[in-house]
């Protein structure tokens, strides 16, 4: 056995269904993708496809769970840029748009543009540059596009390794911008430009919580002005977040600081997501981070009508190195995207990959809710409830130990035709049978009532006795309701 699962791990087979689990968080974690290169950003389409870009410029499609060959293929530059954000347009199925951010060299410079895709079954052609001109260099690209919840498109811009960038209304660069979906600025944008927020070292992550807060996530510095102090805003449109001029808990007049900052360490913050699916609970409404640096995914509990953090954690330290980006699928699963083949990293066999986050104990069926011991109600059939009241049926025939019981006690004339009708009569009205006919009421043939005694004595069996009752419910004097 060992053999074969070692010549799996060989052939890639094996990390596709092996899932490591995580019993300190009730998760496990399973590859979806792997032998990727520097997958960057990751989004979905109504129709289930995932679409996910590689920083060295294709853009991919898993497709009914089969990675397919790139759909297109950028000639990006930069040395961190590169094809970095992906974005499909909230009314994709109407207009099939998607968008991408990327670093492009040209002559001596190097800059990042956003531009707007159509995408049909295997095809992909540019429809319209949206917004070209943000700075780029060999560092700080910024790079994340995400589409807010008033349907307008932000996009995180790095200061291209020139700290002044950040606080010039005239640039692009370090700043967060927002524009209609077709390239035009909202009337409501602060400046009456692209520019929502400034003051910006290099975010890569932007996400909102169910209040509709955007909050964003910052690589702090390194070199002159200090290290680390990676930062995470609350970002309010026109609002200055302080690069280069303060970083961690240093103030200024009219400058926002960080509503957490990683003082000494560093995670080199990527992407983020609030988690509102509905298959982690214990995640509901937290904050997750992808980190490089950091080699793990930063879970944050936020109070952010009162500035506060309420708990931080690290987790999978270690686990899976550096971590580019976190997403909640449409199938309400945490992903979450490696990057280890970005130079930085000590790549593993299968790197980089693209991993999914389910539980590690998920209940869809009568066995595992069983299993998980909820408690079950002996009803015909039997029915086991979880936690949060969620109901299973089990789905095999079998009687309830009670019918059993007083099927018995009424063959020895212990209990009265009436009683043994009123217990048929029960599971009608424990809701597991209803009764169709209201005419049919302690109506129960005497064919059923003689079977019934048969059984009891043993001389039919199970199978016979649910046959009986099953007549019952095909004539219509019972019916199953599940
Ligand atoms: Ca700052």
């Keep these: 056995m060992k053999g074969i699962i070692i010549s799996l791990i060989i052939l890639g087979v094996i990390p596709a269904v092996y899932a490591q689990e995580f019993p300190e968080y009730g998760v496990k974690v399973e590859t979806v993708a792997d032998n990727l290169t520097i997958p960057w950003s990751i989004d979905w389409t109504p129709d289930d496809r995932v679409f996910f870009t590689e920083r060295n410029g294709n853009l991919r499609v898993i497709e009914g769970g089969v990675l397919k060959e790139p759909l297109l293929t950028i000639g990006v530059g930069g040395v ?10 909230p009314n994709f199925e109407e207009n099939n748009y998607i968008y991408l951010y990327y670093t492009y060299n040209e002559f001596l410079t190097t800059t990042n543009k956003v531009v707007r895709y159509v995408v049909s079954e295997d095809k992909i052609t540019e429809d319209k540059v949206l917004i070209d001109g943000i700075p780029g260099g060999p560092f700080h690209d910024g790079g994340r596009i995400k589409f807010g919840p008033d349907g307008k498109l932000y996009i995180t811009t790095g200061e291209a390794g020139i700290p002044d960038l950040s606080q010039d209304l005239n640039s692009l660069g370090g700043k967060i911008l927002r524009i209609n979906s077709d390239g035009t600025i909202p009337d409501d944008n602060p400046w009456n430009s692209e520019i929502y927020s400034i003051g910006h070292r290099n975010p890569q992550g932007i996400d909102w919580d169910s209040n509709g807060n955007l909050v964003a996530t910052e690589h702090g510095p390194s070199g002159w002005r200090g290290a680390a ?15 280069p001029d303060i970083i961690g808990d240093e103030t200024k007049p009219g400058l926002q600081n960080p ?24 995640w509901n409404g937290k ?20 500035n506060k953090v309420v708990s931080d954690e690290k987790i999978f330290q270690g686990n899976f190195g550096r971590l580019r980006d976190v997403a909640t699928g449409p199938d309400g699963y945490l992903y979450i995207l490696t990057s280890n083949q970005d130079g930085r990293g000590s790549p593993q066999i299968n790197d980089d990959r693209i991993l999914r986050i389910t539980p590690l104990n998920a209940i869809n069926s009568f066995e595992d809710c069983f299993a998980a011991g909820f408690p079950i ?48 009569q029960e599971l009608v009205n424990y809701g597991v049978l209803e009764n169709a006919n209201p005419d049919s009421e302690n109506k129960i043939p005497k064919w059923i009532k003689n079977s019934a005694k048969w059984w009891a004595t043993g001389q039919i069996d199970n199978q016979t006795f649910v046959q009986s009752i099953q007549w019952m419910m095909d004539k219509e004097f019972l019916r199953v309701q599940r």
Excluded at 80 to 89: H, S
Excluded at 259 to 282: C, E, M, R
Excluded at 287 to 306: C, K, P, Q, S, W
């Design 80 to 89: 961190e840029g590169g094809l970095l954000g992906v974005a499909v347009d």
């Design 229 to 243: 102090h990676d930062e995470i805003n609350v970002i309010m449109p026109g609002s200055n977040y302080g690069w």
């Design 259 to 282: 509503i957490l900052h990683t003082g000494d360490d560093t995670w080199a913050p990527s992407g983020a997501v609030f988690y509102y699916g509905d298959k982690i609970p214990q």
């Design 287 to 306: 904050y997750f981070v992808a980190t490089l640096r950091g080699n793990h995914l930063h879970m944050i509990e936020f109070d952010i009508e009162n």
């Design 377 to 424: 109600m002996e009803s015909y059939p039997r029915q086991c409830r979880t936690g949060d009241g969620e109901n299973f049926v089990e789905d095999i025939i079998i009687i309830p130990q009670w019918i059993q019981d007083s099927a018995i006690l009424w063959s020895d004339d212990v209990i009265s035709d009436e009683t043994f009708v009123d217990g048929l």
